[in-house]
């Protein structure tokens, strides 16, 4: 998919609490996920649901882009897409999805409200939360399920309930490693972490995770506290020795091809397409974070 978005951090806000809506864009999120699903109690869901277009228009207002978690029961989704549709929002996140019928589903509702609400056919992106054993079994007819499609994470609180496992980086990894390999095939971006969402006290060791999770192909991912913003901010992009470092592997690169050598060496080390690739990545990477507005 084209124009795929640059989230490093995306922050979960209830939809139905006005004063966090209100600071969303003081908190340095790339987006703002307003939560109609875990964070809203039973009886609040209708409240939660009517006050979308607003908080959104909100957030949008700054410069965020906005997502909407809707709920999974199919009369609440429906009825969540009903009023979260609309041109402030940029995705729908959807939580435990089992099958690529679900997204296809979703798919054919939003490009009914779409028509009724006299918007850009395409405009509202898919992002799917895989937090089930069957929804792992589908991950990649899921990935390719509609051209609406534009991420994936594992709801790992979700997923470990149902496996009948603790939320632990053992079992995780080959989860999450599944997904980043689908999301890859698919030509969609893998968001997420190995662990707990809901652990966020030890931010020395959520750091630790969220560099793991960019050496293992991660772009972003989600977070529920301000204190995670910074750390993921930071670790999902290039750093300075980074960028030092691929800018001179491509001076030297260059030279080479010039001279003719498909390889070179830098730094003690063969440099050649792939690692020429990476190098070229990261810049365009860097060169996007420059670009995003303060």
């Not at 999301?183 to 997420?192: S, T, V, Y």
């Not at 070229?280 to 303060?294: D, G, I």
């Amino acid at each position: 998919m084209d124009n795929l978005p640059l989230w490093r951090s995306l922050l979960f806000v209830p939809a139905n609490v006005e004063k966090f809506v209100a600071k969303a864009h003081t908190r340095g999120a790339d987006a703002i996920i307003l939560d109609l699903e875990d964070s809203v109690v039973l009886p609040e869901k209708a409240a939660a649901r009517d006050v979308v277009p607003q908080a959104a228009e909100t957030v949008a207002g700054h410069g965020l882009d906005v997502l909407v978690r809707i709920n999974r029961p199919w009369r609440l989704a429906v009825r969540d897409l009903e009023t979260s549709v609309c041109p402030q929002v940029h995705t729908i996140a959807v939580p435990k999805v089992a099958s690529a019928d679900h997204i296809r589903f979703l798919t054919e509702v939003i490009d009914e409200i779409e028509v009724e609400k006299h918007m850009t056919h395409g405009h509202t992106r898919l992002m799917a939360l895989i937090e089930g054993v069957e929804g792992l079994r589908n991950i990649d007819e899921i990935a390719a399920a509609s051209p609406r499609m534009m991420g994936m994470f594992v709801g790992a609180e979700d997923f470990s309930s149902e496996a009948g496992m603790e939320p632990i980086e053992e079992g995780l990894f080959y989860v999450n490693q599944q997904l980043v390999f689908a999301a890859r095939r698919a030509g969609i971006l893998p968001f997420g972490f190995i662990g707990s969402i809901a652990d966020y006290a030890d931010l020395d060791d959520f750091r630790r995770k969220i560099r793991l999770a960019r050496q293992l192909g991660f772009v972003g991912a989600p977070g529920i506290h301000p204190s995670q913003i910074a750390i993921m901010n930071e670790e999902f992009q290039p750093s300075a020795d980074e960028v030092e470092h691929a800018t001179g592997l491509l001076d030297v690169y260059e030279q080479a091809v010039a001279e003719g050598r498909g390889a070179a060496e830098f730094k003690g080390k063969m440099i050649d397409a792939p690692i020429v690739a990476r190098a070229r990545e990261v810049l365009a990477k860097h060169q996007a974070v420059k670009a995003k507005p303060n």
